[in-house]
């Protein structure tokens, strides 16, 4: 059984800075493009960041482009998200998910594998 674990949010604020971890069990994330997503009560959830199998490439989202940044390493089979210059409006869950595959994909409906989130909130 596949599972994905978050952890690492919390209550910060403006301007700090938080590190999203996520762990892999169940599965070998090495032939797997990581992605983190974020989602707001409400709302459609957002493509943050994807990485690609080896960490060579990353994609992110406009609004957190320059300030997140997405790695992974697979000898311990986790993912993690960077979070610097945090904004209120970077409040949400964050979600970590994998897909089986090549190529790096910005829409939930790509990814086959999903953890239950951590919340990251930023006041003003």
């Known amino acids: 059984q596949v599972q994905l674990v978050e952890s690492g949010g919390g209550l910060v604020q403006a301007g700090d800075s938080l590190r999203l971890s996520c762990v892999v069990s169940g599965r070998t994330v090495t032939t797997d493009v990581a992605g983190w997503f974020r989602q707001v009560p409400g709302k459609e959830r957002e493509f943050v960041a994807a990485i690609s199998r080896s960490g060579t490439s990353t994609v992110y989202g406009d609004s957190v482009k320059g300030r997140f940044t997405i790695s992974r390493d697979n000898a311990k089979n986790t993912v993690a998200l960077q979070m610097n210059s945090l904004k209120p409006e970077d409040t949400a869950d964050y979600y970590c998910?994998?897909?089986?595959?090549?190529?790096?994909?910005?829409?939930?409906?790509?990814?086959?594998?999903w953890g239950q989130g951590t919340q990251v909130t930023v006041s003003s």
């Open positions: 998910a994998i897909r089986p595959g090549v190529y790096l994909r910005t829409l939930p409906s790509d990814y086959a594998y």
